[in-house]
């Protein structure tokens, strides 16, 4: 039996990571303490090399490749550059960091990489297979980045909560993708979706399957009442971690729900939907109400991300190709503030001190008004005020929810967006109105500078021109559904 050879081109950038990931881990071996920059050097030029060859190999029709299980479209290229530059931003933040606490070796920078290998692998994927096997490599290496300092106990702590409920929610999200094969036969996508359409496949298992999957969806974004890992895993890790954890991996859970229920269940879109409302506004409610009780920065964000993804929720299950264009729009929007969040405490944090407590940032505008600025920012996102972007990427979703007929939906979001507000700006409140509590100077790396000066100052040029990073969602939406 002869198969035949798949076309390789829309997987270079995949087959490129593997290639540099081995690399790193190879040089690593040679180079001395003094030089571990290296692999902090290879990792940006691997990032960087792979955003190249997406471009290059960019298509705007679907090409199916590996005898129909991985698939290169608008959606997965627009992903996969936002992986990219986020996991780079990760990098250059965490340089700092990672040097002091002598974290700066080749497993962070390898792991890392595999961890993007895997969320590449879930935005291509064209089958039930491919899906979970993405999934799987990015966990792995996320649990064992969380679990990197051996000696620090909260991150020992916070690496097994993770692991412990990761794997049940794999379990139980391997299980639902099984009773869909048992009930279509085939793990392919589009046949899935085919077979429901002409009424080929078991709906009682059907529906048995769907619950399942969705709530391995709603583990791997954090939704309530899958959300118990968020502020554990969020607060225990290393800030490094932590911002790559809450960042780029959104952008894959977006890709994986999309594959899963957009394209492969559509016929079911009145039960998932229904589901979808329930998450939405669990995690509203509890999200916002919980995050006013913190100190701690890092929980805050936790809770912060908790009400957020339940936007993403209310954009997909809508319905409409607006709303899915308008979700992609908010995890985009979404992911460049958390990034410049925690690049901000990373900022603060200095050799045995994490600035991870909402006291640490009283003061920040005495002792350095540009980074206040840019601290302001992310909070007014994160809030939806104008002009900052996190407004747009609010009233996108809601026009969307709206226009798909859930007034009362609508009305429920932006009254737990109201209360939101106030967690937001108290951080602002501490920066200009309190006394610093410390008076060191701040001083980072001219690269890091750069970075998050370009990242806040996003914030706000999308927030006042918000068509482009809107038509490019759209179109990438367009061309793949």
């Known amino acids: 039996m002869?198969?035949?050879?798949?076309?390789?081109?829309?997987?270079?950038?995949?087959?490129?990571?593997?290639?540099?990931?081995?690399?790193?881990?190879i040089v690593d071996?040679?180079?001395?303490?003094?030089?571990?920059?290296?692999?902090?050097?290879?990792?940006?030029?691997?990032?960087?090399?792979?955003?190249?060859?997406?471009?290059?190999?960019?298509?705007?029709?679907?090409?199916?490749?590996?005898?129909?299980?991985?698939?290169?479209?608008?959606?997965?290229?627009?992903?996969?550059?936002?992986?990219?530059?986020?996991?780079?931003?990760?990098?250059?933040?965490?340089?700092?960091?990672?040097?002091?606490?002598?974290?700066?070796?080749?497993?962070?920078?390898?792991?890392?990489?595999?961890?993007?290998?895997?969320?590449?692998?879930?935005?291509?994927?064209?089958?039930?297979?491919?899906?979970?096997?993405?999934?799987?490599?990015?966990?792995?290496?996320?649990?064992?980045?969380?679990?990197?300092?051996?000696?620090?106990?909260?991150?020992?702590?916070?690496?097994?909560?993770?692991?412990?409920?990761?794997?049940?929610?794999?379990?139980?999200?391997?299980?639902?993708?099984?009773?869909?094969?048992?009930?279509?036969?085939?793990?392919?996508?589009?046949?899935?979706?085919?077979r429901i359409a002409t009424g080929e496949a078991n709906r009682?298992?059907?529906?048995?399957?769907?619950?399942?999957i969705v709530a391995g969806i709603g583990f791997k974004l954090g939704a309530v009442p899958f959300h118990m890992w968020v502020p554990d895993v969020y607060h225990g890790a290393p800030t490094a971690v932590t911002v790559l954890i809450g960042s780029a991996p959104k952008l894959a859970a977006f890709a994986f729900a999309m594959r899963l229920l957009v394209e492969a269940l559509p016929a079911l879109v009145r039960d998932w939907r229904d589901m979808l409302i329930m998450l939405s506004v669990l995690s509203l409610a509890l999200g916002n109400i919980t995050a006013i009780a913190q100190t701690n920065l890092k929980r805050m964000l936790a809770y912060s991300t908790i009400s957020q993804v339940a936007f993403v929720l209310l954009g997909i299950l809508s319905g409409t190709s607006g709303g899915y264009s308008a979700a992609m729009f908010y995890v985009f929007t979404y992911v460049l503030t958390t990034l410049a969040s925690f690049g901000m405490i990373l900022l603060l944090s200095r050799d045995g001190f994490e600035a991870e407590d909402l006291d640490d940032f009283k003061g920040l505008n005495q002792r350095n008004p540009w980074y206040a600025f840019m601290m302001l920012l992310v909070m007014f996102s994160l809030a939806g005020v104008p002009p900052t972007v996190g407004f747009y990427a609010k009233l996108s979703v809601l026009v969307a929810v709206l226009d798909a007929g859930y007034l009362w939906l609508t009305?429920?979001?932006?009254?737990?967006?109201?209360?939101?507000?106030?967690?937001?700006?108290?951080?602002?409140?501490?920066?200009?109105?309190?006394?610093?509590?410390?008076?060191?100077?701040?001083?980072?790396?001219?690269e890091m500078k750069l970075v998050l000066s370009l990242n806040g100052l996003a914030l706000l040029a999308f927030g006042i021109l918000p068509q482009p990073l809107m038509g490019f969602c759209g179109r990438a939406i367009a061309g793949s559904f």
Do not use: H
């Open 29 to 194: 071996l040679f180079v001395g303490e003094e030089n571990k920059g290296v692999g902090y050097g290879l990792a940006l030029l691997s990032l960087a090399g792979a955003a190249a060859i997406t471009l290059l190999t960019a298509t705007a029709t679907p090409v199916v490749t590996f005898t129909g299980m991985f698939i290169d479209d608008p959606m997965s290229d627009a992903l996969k550059l936002g992986v990219y530059g986020a996991v780079a931003a990760v990098l250059v933040y965490s340089r700092e960091y990672l040097r002091v606490r002598g974290m700066q070796r080749g497993e962070f920078f390898a792991l890392a990489l595999f961890a993007t290998l895997g969320m590449m692998v879930m935005i291509s994927a064209n089958s039930l297979l491919t899906l979970y096997l993405g999934l799987e490599l990015q966990s792995l290496s996320l649990y064992a980045m969380v679990a990197l300092r051996r000696d620090d106990k909260s991150a020992t702590e916070a690496a097994m909560k993770y692991f412990v409920l990761g794997a049940l929610a794999s379990g139980m999200l391997l299980y639902g993708m099984s009773m869909i094969y048992g009930a279509t036969g085939t793990l392919d996508i589009g046949e899935v979706a085919a």
């Open 2 to 25: 002869t198969y035949p050879m798949p076309d390789l081109l829309p997987a270079l950038p995949e087959i490129f990571l593997v290639v540099m990931v081995s690399v790193v881990l």
């Open 411 to 446: 009305v429920v979001a932006v009254m737990f967006s109201l209360i939101g507000a106030f967690y937001y700006l108290r951080v602002v409140k501490l920066m200009y109105f309190d006394a610093p509590a410390v008076t060191t100077a701040i001083a980072p790396r001219p």
């Open 204 to 212: 009682p298992v059907l529906g048995f399957g769907l619950v399942f």
